[in-house]
């Protein structure tokens, strides 16, 4: 397996979409929050034109069909919060081998580097690989109401 990570760009939008159709239903319920069936073309645009430092993506790379496989990001609610929401998507065919963890990894290395202070997780309580990665990475939760559970990790 050879992976390739970097920041994303606009011109992922094809590939973003192409790894939104690899998700199935229960990803993408995890990932949003709920039923997902497509991104809309404004979704496309917020999700593939970031600044990379208020709002930050990256994605893992299959260097042999150039896909994209998994997407972890942050966004800040504006450009001089301190605070940013993470979200992370792995394609179910190359999910349980570590990418989502590496590509979060890099991406609290890059949410420090800009001045993030901390960062926030959103999961469903029965999201098991959600859980784990945020307590693997020392995300603390703070709360659960309705089935979902909030959790931050402190950067400073």
């Not at 926030?120 to 309580?125: D, E, S």
């Given at each position: 397996?050879?992976?390739?990570?970097?920041?994303?760009?606009?011109?992922?939008?094809?590939?973003?979409?192409?790894?939104?159709?690899?998700?199935?239903?229960?990803?993408?319920?995890?990932?949003?929050?709920?039923?997902?069936?497509?991104?809309?073309?404004?979704?496309?645009?917020?999700?593939?034109?970031?600044?990379?430092?208020?709002?930050?993506?990256?994605?893992?790379?299959?260097?042999?069909?150039?896909?994209?496989?998994?997407?972890?990001?942050?966004?800040?609610?504006?450009?001089?919060?301190?605070?940013?929401?993470?979200?992370?998507?792995?394609?179910d065919a190359w999910q349980r081998r570590g990418i989502g963890t590496a590509l979060t990894r890099?991406?609290?290395?890059?949410?420090?580097?800009?001045?993030?202070?901390?960062?926030?997780?959103?999961?469903?309580?029965?999201?098991?690989?959600?859980?784990?990665?945020l307590d693997r990475l020392g995300f603390r939760v703070h709360g659960m109401s309705g089935g979902?559970?909030?959790?931050?990790?402190?950067?400073?």
């Amino acid at each position: 397996m050879r992976l390739r990570v970097r920041p994303i760009a606009p011109a992922d939008r094809d590939r973003l979409v192409e790894a939104f159709d690899a998700l199935s239903e229960r990803s993408r319920y995890h990932r949003f929050l709920g039923p997902k069936p497509r991104l809309s073309t404004r979704e496309l645009r917020y999700l593939t034109e970031v600044d990379h430092v208020s709002h930050e993506a990256l994605v893992a790379v299959d260097e042999t069909s150039g896909r994209i496989v998994g997407v972890a990001r942050y966004a800040t609610a504006g450009a001089a919060e301190p605070v940013a929401d993470v979200a992370v998507a792995v394609v179910d065919a190359w999910q349980r081998r570590g990418i989502g963890t590496a590509l979060t990894r890099r991406l609290i290395d890059r949410a420090h580097a800009n001045g993030i202070e901390r960062l926030t997780g959103t999961a469903l309580a029965g999201n098991r690989a959600a859980r784990a990665l945020l307590d693997r990475l020392g995300f603390r939760v703070h709360g659960m109401s309705g089935g979902v559970l909030d959790a931050a990790l402190e950067l400073a």
